[in-house]
């Protein structure tokens, strides 16, 4: 068992400060150093997981192996970090609430009356603490912002944590905002004052500061932070703009985080080992040539819709050393529209994963596009739904073949749903989810990419496809090249007479890592990149 240390990141000031990133950015440093540790994202909302929601509400719902269906967060922390999220790294308000409303209903708490202190506090305490001895640290990231009504028991539990524990088992580190005003032209420290004064108003002092803003902060003005939030100078670290979010974890080092947390936390590295990471963002930092990828979707408005996917694309071009600009195109803008015409500088299409029949026209445009003009495609759960739509229509001429999704009436139904003849209402818990093993079929494109028989991937979808359609697909040239075996279920296609076709059922995208990226990734963008010089 290990002695397990805590860290808890709250924010100040406002969202989207990129508390996700500093936290992962946090885990990252002390992986550098030698220790074990795992994040944890606490997310004040009352829905009991994110997986009902709009990504064009909440971002994208990230899935780890074991089939959680979280926050966009997890996803951060697994590419900057070598922690493995799993249903223990996402709790949020409605399930801490879940949780005590069934033990209430069972007679657990033996007539007591039920309370926000304890009984919230204790059940979300057990949820920090439940990985307690199998990491050297946990790092838990508190969503929402200081202030806000709904993130205060949150807050109360890490105060008792603090209390708890000795001192040198826990600190908290504060992300705040301290805005540049063009017309002044100045850094204002304001809210950052205010952001921690609600903060120790609720009986926490924040050990480390960091502060977000357009230019570095001067020592002079740190000093100042330092003596309004009672921080010391040099635990006020400037966490200013850069190229990309990748850079973080240096820059907080050289800023001094690194050697601040080892001393606060009584803890002598083992090693330092940002070399690779190093190596990687300068790389990152300095591509020259470009590739387009049109990205035919139907959550393009919101960027955080498609998280995993753009950053897998990111890593996917820095292996080819080409920087990847995203066409991101509404499907439904495509109808009507002449094609050739928008897709002219696009040197790969590629169709992303979503829900419900709206864009569902537009998609299948696009991917008949690509698979006529032989533009590269990548086709990804949805988009491999629709792309084999589109070749039963339009290469083996079943003209009304649907998904059961966006046409339950047809005759010829090419994705039918996993329990199509089990009536489920509930929205939740009726996907396949995580992880499932698929064999790749030798002689295919697949399997050159893989270059392995047996992957694993992630899944999150309701529909599969059809057995009674595998013949039809594969005698009209489209191989069957990934399968799940356990449950004899269609994994991957792809053509070919194309010089990059695929279409996946699963999402490779939660598996890309910078130091890792993800072969699908790499290849297509290669592909891509071959369309382009042609
Ligand atoms: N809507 C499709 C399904 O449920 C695809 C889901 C997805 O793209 N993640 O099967």
Same mark, same amino acid.
């Given at each position: 068992?290990?002695?397990?240390?805590?860290?808890?990141?709250?924010?100040?000031?406002?969202?989207?400060?990129?508390?996700?990133?500093?936290?992962?950015?946090?885990?990252?440093?002390?992986?550098?150093?030698?220790?074990?540790?795992?994040?944890?994202?606490?997310?004040?909302?009352?829905?009991?997981?994110?997986?009902?929601?709009?990504?064009?509400?909440?971002?994208?719902?990230?899935?780890?192996?074991?089939?959680?269906?979280?926050?966009?967060?997890?996803?951060?922390?697994?590419?900057?970090?070598?922690?493995?999220?799993?249903?223990?790294?996402?709790?949020?308000?409605?399930?801490?609430?879940?949780?005590?409303?069934?033990?209430?209903?069972?007679?657990?708490?033996?007539?007591?009356?039920?309370?926000?202190?304890?009984?919230?506090?204790?059940?979300?305490?057990?949820?920090?603490?439940?990985?307690?001895?199998?990491?050297?640290?946990?790092?838990?990231?508190?969503?929402?912002?200081?202030? /806000?009504?709904? $993130?205060?028991?949150?807050?109360? #539990? %890490?105060?008792? &944590?603090? *209390?708890?524990?000795? @001192? +040198?088992?826990?600190?908290?580190?504060?992300?705040?905002?301290?805005?540049?005003?063009?017309?002044?032209?100045?850094?204002?420290?304001?809210?950052?004052?205010?952001?921690?004064?609600?903060?120790?108003?609720?009986?926490?002092?924040?050990?480390?500061?960091?502060?977000?803003?357009?230019?570095?902060?001067?020592?002079?003005?740190?000093?100042?932070?330092?003596?309004?939030?009672?921080?010391?100078?040099? /635990?006020?670290? $400037?966490?200013?703009?850069?190229? #990309? %979010?990748?850079? &973080?974890? *240096?820059?907080?080092? @050289? +800023?001094?985080?690194?050697?601040?947390?080892?001393k606060k936390l009584n803890l002598k590295q083992k090693k330092d080992d940002s070399k690779k990471w190093q190596a990687w963002v300068t790389r990152a930092n300095n591509l020259k040539k470009e590739v387009v990828i049109g990205i035919v979707g139907k959550y393009v408005k919101l960027y955080d819709s498609y998280k995993s996917l753009f950053e897998a694309l990111f890593h996917g071009g820095v292996e080819n050393n080409v920087s990847v600009k995203l066409d991101l195109i509404e499907s439904e803008d495509l109808l009507g529209k002449p094609l050739d015409e928008r897709f002219r500088k696009i040197n790969g299409i590629l169709v992303p994963g979503g829900f419900g029949l709206r864009g569902i026209k537009g998609m299948m445009m696009a991917i008949e596009y690509a698979r006529k003009n032989k533009i590269p495609f990548f086709g990804i759960c949805l988009g491999m739904q629709i792309a084999t739509i589109e070749y039963v229509r339009n290469v083996a001429g079943i003209k009304n073949a649907h998904s059961t999704e966006f046409n339950s009436q047809t005759p010829n139904k090419i994705f039918l749903k996993l329990k199509e003849l089990v009536d489920i209402k509930e929205m939740g818990h009726n996907m396949r989810l995580g992880e499932f093993s698929c064999q790749i079929k030798k002689d295919t494109l697949s399997y050159k990419i893989y270059n392995k028989v047996k992957i694993f991937e992630r899944h999150r979808h309701r529909y599969e496809f059809n057995p009674r359609f595998e013949s039809v697909i594969e005698k009209n040239g489209m191989t069957i090249s990934g399968k799940n075996l356990e449950r004899d279920l269609v994994e991957m296609v792809e053509l070919n007479d194309h010089p990059w076709y695929i279409g996946c059922q699963f999402h490779p995208e939660f598996k890309s890592n910078p130091m890792k990226p993800h072969p699908l990734f790499v290849r297509f963008i290669s592909a891509a990149k071959s369309n382009q010089t042609k």
């Open positions: 068992m290990k002695k397990t240390k805590y860290i808890f990141v709250t924010g100040g000031v406002l969202s989207s400060l990129g508390k996700g990133i500093a936290a992962a950015s946090i885990g990252n440093i002390l992986e550098s150093y030698g220790f074990s540790i795992t994040i944890i994202k606490f997310d004040p909302y009352l829905n009991v997981d994110p997986g009902t929601m709009s990504p064009l509400q909440h971002g994208e719902v990230f899935v780890t192996d074991d089939g959680a269906e979280t926050d966009l967060d997890l996803g951060h922390y697994e590419r900057f970090t070598q922690a493995r999220m799993s249903q223990k790294n996402n709790w949020t308000a409605g399930r801490i609430y879940h949780q005590i409303l069934r033990k209430e209903r069972r007679g657990d708490y033996l007539g007591k009356t039920v309370q926000v202190i304890p009984h919230v506090t204790d059940e979300i305490n057990a949820a920090i603490m439940a990985m307690d001895g199998q990491y050297d640290i946990i790092i838990s990231e508190i969503g929402g912002t200081v202030g /806000d009504i709904e $993130s205060l028991p949150f807050l109360e #539990s %890490i105060r008792q &944590i603090g *209390l708890l524990l000795e @001192k +040198e088992n826990v600190i908290y580190i504060h992300l705040t905002l301290v805005p540049y005003i063009k017309t002044a032209g100045e850094l204002k420290t304001k809210p950052t004052q205010h952001s921690v004064k609600e903060l120790r108003g609720i009986g926490i002092q924040p050990d480390i500061l960091l502060c977000r803003s357009e230019i570095p902060i001067s020592l002079e003005l740190k000093k100042k932070i330092a003596l309004f939030t009672n921080v010391r100078e040099k /635990d006020v670290v $400037s966490a200013f703009d850069v190229k #990309s %979010i990748y850079e &973080i974890p *240096l820059i907080f080092k @050289k +800023e001094g985080l690194g050697n601040s947390l080892l």
